[in-house]
Structure formats: C-alpha cells, structure tokens
C-alpha cells in the first residue's frame, strides 16, 4: 500500500488555495445580500423622511380640506386623521358646485383658505380644473401604498384628460334612485318606462341636473339611454326638484315623494339610522352607470399647509383612510386591500367586485372625456325644458 504525504510546501499551498477560496465565498454572499441591505436602508431612509414630514405638518398645525355634504364623513375624518397624526382637520362641507366656486374665487383674490376638495368631477373640472387653479397630484404621493398602482384595481385612474390632476379613488356602480317603502313596490319600478305611469305624478323627486352632481349624472344616463323625448315625459310628470340634498331626502323619508333620483346614500344616512321606510331601488332594466361619485381629489396650486397637504393625502388615499371613506359614503374605493362587498347592504355595487376596468371605463360618466360627450349636452337639454 502506497501512502502519500504532503511536505510542508505542499500544506501551504492548500492552505493558501482554501484562504482564496474564503475569500470568494465571502465575497460572493457580501454581493448577493447587498441589494436587501440596501433595501432595508432606503426603506429606513424613507421612515425618515416620512417622520420629518409628519414633524413638519404638526407645526403648520392643520389641514383645510373641502367634503362632500356627508356628516359622518366629516366627523369619521376630523377624529381618525387627528387621532392617527395630532393634526387638525379644517372642513368645510357643501355641495360641490358651491364649494368649488367658492375656492375659485378665493384662489383668485389671492386668498388660500382650501389646501384640497374631495367631490363630484363635474363641479371638479367645470369649476377647478378649467380655472387652471389645480396642482399635479403624483408629487403628492409618497408612502409606497399608495403610489404603486398594484395596490388599486385599474391601477391609477384619472377624471382629466391629461391624466394629472383629479384623482378618482373610487368605482361603483351608481345607487342613486331610492323610494319610500311605504308607498313604493319594488315590483311597481322595475324599468324606467314605469316612472312615466300616471300614478307617481307629482310623487318623483329629483336632484336638480342643472347644478353639477349626482342628479346631472344620472339625468345624462337617462339622456344617453331613452333620449330627450322619455325625458320631456319624465319632467311632464311634474318633478319635486330641488338642489339641497337634506331636505330632499327628508321629503323622501317623511312621504312628500314616493321614489327620489340624484341623492347618494350619504344623504339619506341620518333617516336610514332613525329607522324611517327608505330603501335603495333594486337595479332596473336597463341597468345603471358606472362613477367614482364623490371619491375624486384635487389639490389647490400652492396649498397653505403643504406638509399637512401631503399627509393627508397619503393618509387619504392609503388603507385606513379609503377604509373610513368607503363606509362614511357608502361608495366603493378601488383600493384592492379594502373590502366593499358590505356595501351591497345600501345598495352600492363596487365594479372590482363584479366587472372589468374595461368593461368599468365603456360606462362611466364621470371622466372630463364622457363629461364633454355626454354630460354637457344632456345638461343643456336639461336648462332648455327645465324652467
């Protein structure tokens, strides 16, 4: 038998080739574990930056933010916001066609009272976006969820042409015809050719379509689908018109009407809670359109309290917030982390639940591209026979 021996030269080179091959290894796993720690760097950089924002909008002491006219929107928001952050927030809550021409006219004569507007699109683009008084929203935009478009269904979504300035943070198909159950079947009101029997004369009330909002949006559906003729019929059955939406919706739970048509569920909130005979019409016929409702959020040019401004949205658009949104409006968020199957219950179908983006987009009304189509010629139509 043969045996071999490793002279002393021989053991120094081995020992030198296992050092190299060490070193390799080591150098090797250093590489490859060099994008996760810098990573875990730049997310540690970012918590930073976050933090100094947040610092910065404590001192600036408060955010002012225009709100549709829903009270528990206002309350939920002004108490989690304040709760999350120790950051006031100043609202302001009105219609949208009100709110927006008051912060024109403000933001002309210098005065920056509004940092942003939550609303309708219509009163948006007419009133804000025309004006040229809106700033880019994506600089805005900073915590990861809420600027990577995986985190909402279609990804990002815009009402302006130019895909910059009004953010539509929600999707849904509309719930905007309810009745008193009281006095309306569901059974009686299953087309919209039923409105025209001779019975509800007098007994329709309607959200006045020639202010911006929710009744215009659905009269422009009605314009699109049955034409100006099924309209003259409509208004011929002498329509309870009116613009402030409370009251509207009072007619409707006290049974001055029998079916109302432009009022969101936020309006009827108050009497739903007091248990007074109001339910959402179930879908008719000929189906119904598809809005981001009051879920679209411009940011004022040169906001008053930009860091507050930047918190809040964020705050706004990420988990909680849409959360707090969704449930305070009865109106679906496309946040694909907050479920809005609950909202069936008030008769709101959110579109990620039930359609495609594709299928969303062809019967929207609420884009500047469907508002210049459709909404503004239905809504001249609209002044003509209206008087």
């Known amino acids: 038998m043969r045996h071999f021996s490793l002279y002393n030269g021989d053991r120094l080179h081995v020992r030198m080739m296992n050092a190299r091959n060490f070193l390799s290894v080591l150098l090797f796993w250093i590489l490859l574990s060099a994008p996760a720690a810098n990573g875990q760097q730049d997310k540690a950089a970012g918590t930073a930056d976050w933090d100094k924002l947040v610092d910065a909008a404590k001192k600036e002491g408060k955010v002012t933010v225009s709100l549709p006219a829903s009270a528990e929107m206002k309350k939920q928001v002004e108490e989690q916001f304040k709760k999350r952050y120790g950051i006031e927030v100043e609202t302001f809550t009105a ?9 024109a006219d403000e933001f002309k004569a210098g005065v920056r009272s509004f940092d942003l507007h939550i609303g309708g699109s219509s009163s948006i683009v007419s009133g804000m976006l025309d004006e040229g008084i809106l700033d880019p929203i994506e600089p805005w935009l900073v915590l990861p969820e809420v600027k990577d478009p995986k985190q909402w269904w279609g990804g990002h979504l815009w009402v302006d042409n130019a895909k910059r300035f009004v953010y539509t943070f929600q999707a849904y198909l509309s719930e905007v015809i309810w009745y008193n159950t009281d006095l309306i079947k569901p059974a009686e009101i299953r087309s919209l050719d039923d409105f025209l029997n001779p019975k509800w004369k007098g007994k329709i009330g309607y959200l006045d379509p020639r202010t911006p909002g929710a009744g215009d949006s659905t009269w422009s559906f009605l314009w699109q689908v049955k034409g100006e003729q099924y309209l003259k019929k409509l208004v011929a059955q002498d329509l309870f018109l009116g613009r402030d939406q409370r009251v509207l919706a009072e007619s409707l739970a006290r049974g001055r009407v029998a079916v109302m048509i432009g009022n969101s569920y936020y309006s009827y909130l108050p009497f739903l809670k007091a248990g007074l005979p109001i339910k959402s019409l179930p879908r008719l016929k000929e189906g119904n359109y598809g809005t981001g409702g009051s879920g679209n959020l411009a940011i004022i040019k040169g906001p008053a309290h930009p860091n507050s401004t930047k918190v809040f949205v964020n705050w706004l658009l990420g988990r909680e917030g849409q959360e707090i949104v969704s449930r305070a409006l009865g109106q679906a968020t496309r946040r694909l982390d907050v479920d809005t199957r609950f909202l069936k219950e008030s008769g709101t179908i959110a579109a990620k639940d039930v359609m495609s983006v594709n299928d969303y987009l062809q019967i929207e009304n609420q884009s500047e591209e ?4 459709i909404r503004e010629p239905a809504a001249k ?6 008087k």
């Open 95 to 103: 219609r949208g066609s009100s709110a927006v021409r008051r912060m």
């Open 370 to 373: 469907k508002l210049d189509k």
């Open 381 to 386: 139509f609209a002044h003509a026979i209206l």
